[in-house]
């Protein structure tokens, strides 16, 4: 009796947590298929956190999910800047001209400059990277909507980012 009770509250349990994934993945990519209102705007992103100066970072602006958050050359723009430049740990850039709407930047600190992120071998990040909105990522990056911010037509975001 009671194995079955166990048995039967852990199938619920697992029946929560899959319906609960579902959701989330099905709300992760909201923001990101909402209509632009027509319009442009100015983000301007400062990276700040950089704990060295080698290698290059990848500022990537994605307009929607296409790509997001690991392949940069799918991104509506991304830029490269020598991480040499950064003063103090910090760098600033900015995207001009970019359609008013949901938006998210990612960044990677691509030290070696192999053009992609080096991991351990669990797959843990062993680079500097972060995304717009800072949120908390436990096991992979933030879905679209966690690190989406807004851009009104004919105003400057900013945008702070804080290298992990």
Known sequence: MKNR???RSGLSL????CLLAAVTVYAGAKKAEE???GGEGTIAVTVEGLTSTDGILFVSLYLTNEGYPGEWQLAYRTQQLSAADAVDGSMQTLFDSVPAGWFVISVLHDADSNSEMATNALGIPKEGFGFS??????????DFDKAAVYLEPEAVSQVSIKIK
């Not at 909105?133 to 933030?142: K, V, Y």
């Open 5 to 7: 009770l166990l048995q």
């Open 14 to 17: 697992l029946i929560v947590a």
């Open 35 to 37: 209509a632009r209102p």
């Open 133 to 142: 909105n800072n949120p908390r990522s436990f096991f992979g990056p933030p």
